[in-house]
């Protein structure tokens, strides 16, 4: 079994200042974890993924997660906000039970952008 | 490389009407997946096609269907429409159906039944 909980459901930040997005979550396998981004009105979009490499990773558009196994975290960071980063996050864990893959999405974090 | 396209992109149903959904995956994609997004229930997974075969299913009842084609473009369709039916529906598609493997999203079809 799996489940994620992303810990905001929403998150305000000024442009140009730090972003945090809180995701736990919990496997059974030895899971894959990935943040996917998702603009009004469109699909999602991979921002980035942890398949058990290096635990820190980094993806587009200046956004990184660091995997922490000991606290079953997948925090997405950012160091300086974009105007063009409003829109709603999504954490996925992925893991194989029965033999099939099994993907839970987080219930989605957005992120507010102020001027 | 065009990505994954869905039709129709928007649509208006009567309650027990029924509805089809089109998938066409990115080339070379050999795996499906639907989910339903509502702001009440987010993202939820409806079903996974792999190589014509239905892999996996979510908790939906059987009104919800799917199939895939040879070309391995998908289809799903609701029959005996609902209002709580109205929804994003939105496909995605993978290479294979490893669990490393990154999805890539069509941008939806959004079904209003009314």
């Known amino acids: ?115 | 490389k065009a990505g994954v396209t869905q039709t129709p992109r928007y649509l208006i149903k009567t309650r027990g009407q029924q509805v089809t959904l089109s998938c066409s995956p990115i080339s070379g994609h050999r795996s499906v997946s639907w989910y339903q997004q509502t702001p009440g229930q987010g993202l939820q997974f409806l079903f996974e096609y792999f190589s014509e075969t239905q892999r996996n299913k979510g908790n939906f009842p059987g009104r919800f269907s799917g199939r895939q084609f040879s070309n391995s473009r998908s289809e799903m369709n609701v029959s005996t429409l609902e209002l709580g039916d109205s929804a994003l529906y939105l496909c995605a598609s993978s290479l294979g159906a490893g669990a490393k493997e990154e999805l890539f999203f069509g941008e939806g079809s959004r079904l209003t039944v009314l």
């Open chain 1, 1 to 115: 079994a799996q489940s994620v909980t992303q810990l905001d459901s929403h998150v305000s930040v000024s442009e140009g200042t730090p972003v945090l997005l809180r995701c736990n979550y919990s496997s059974s396998y030895s899971p894959s974890l990935f943040w996917y981004v998702q603009h009004p009105n469109k699909g999602l979009q991979l921002l980035l993924k942890y398949t058990s490499a290096a635990t820190l990773v980094k993806g587009i558009n200046g956004f990184e997660a660091e995997f922490k196994k000991s606290e079953t975290s997948f925090h997405l960071t950012k160091p300086s906000a974009h105007m063009s980063d409003a829109a709603e996050y999504f954490c996925v864990v992925s893991g194989r039970g029965t033999g099939r893959r099994a993907l839970t999405f987080g219930s989605g974090t957005r992120l507010q952008v102020q001027p």
